[in-house]
């Protein structure tokens, strides 16, 4: 199984700040990444697919890259709706498997 | 809008089976492939299988393998995930989700999610 490392798994952090996100995988799976935003009593929603790909309707201070082992999602200016949980996932194999998860937080 | 639709929340006693119903609302869920994802409280997200859209083909992670089954009524588009001999540490949220993929990039991506279904197992 392909494992996925989230660094770090909390952050705190002000509104205006730039933050990113790290996520490694176990093996090379190209750019077959997506990253996902949750709210607490909500369904995960999709940010980025392909490690880059900014999915419609999403804020563009978000963005997404790497490749192979090493991805980043950075948000360039956290706005107050951005605290959430964010989660990893690669889709190169079965099993998919997502990351442990990054809870971000307002300092 | 596009939407996916999950039955009501569920309590079941250990050694029970749940069966949870996804359905699509705006378009037809027939054509996609369809994932189980679930989430246990305070804990991350744990993939759980996939049906193909005819409905033929099932892919299971292996720590569910002979306790899941993933099933599709072609008729209706619903999916359905059954989760059996169920424990307390089967106590989590089920989501549905729709996969959709670039054939050009290889690329694939769960978009849009169900809102999920609370299944909590207790004596």
């Known amino acids: 199984d392909i494992q996925l490392t989230q660094s770090p798994s909390f952050l705190s952090a002000s509104v205006g700040d730039r933050v990113t996100i790290t996520c490694r995988a176990s093996?090379?799976?190209?750019?077959?990444l997506a990253w996902y935003q949750q709210k607490p009593g909500k369904a995960p929603k999709l940010l980025i697919y392909?490690?880059?790909t900014l999915q419609s309707g999403v804020p563009s201070r978000f963005s997404g890259s790497g490749s192979g082992t090493e991805f980043t999602l950075t948000i360039s200016s956290l706005q107050p709706e951005d605290f959430a949980t964010y989660y990893c996932?690669?889709?190169?194999?079965?099993?998919?498997?997502f990351g442990q998860g990054t809870r971000l937080e307002i300092k | 809008q596009v939407q996916l639709v999950q039955s009501g929340a569920e309590v079941k006693k250990p050694g029970a089976s749940v069966k949870v119903s996804c359905k699509s609302s705006?378009?037809?869920?027939?054509?996609?492939?369809v994932h189980w994802v679930r989430q246990a409280p305070g804990h991350g997200l744990e993939w759980m299988g996939i049906?193909?859209?005819?409905?033929?083909?099932?892919t299971y992670a292996q720590k569910f393998q002979g306790r899941v089954t993933v099933t599709r009524d072609t008729s209706t588009g619903t999916v359905y995930m059954e989760l059996s001999s169920l424990r307390s540490e089967d106590t989590a949220i089920y989501y549905c989700?729709?996969?959709?993929?670039?054939?050009?990039?290889?690329?694939?991506?769960?978009?849009?999610w169900g809102p999920g279904t609370l299944v909590t197992v207790s004596s």
């Open positions: 996932q690669q889709l190169k194999s079965y099993p998919l498997t």
């Open positions: 392909a490690a880059s």
């Open positions: 705006g378009y037809s869920l027939s054509s996609y492939y």
């Open positions: 989700a729709r996969e959709r993929s670039v054939d050009i990039l290889g690329a694939k991506w769960f978009d849009p």
């Open positions: 093996q090379g799976i190209g750019s077959h």
């Open positions: 049906i193909n859209p005819s409905g033929d083909s099932t």
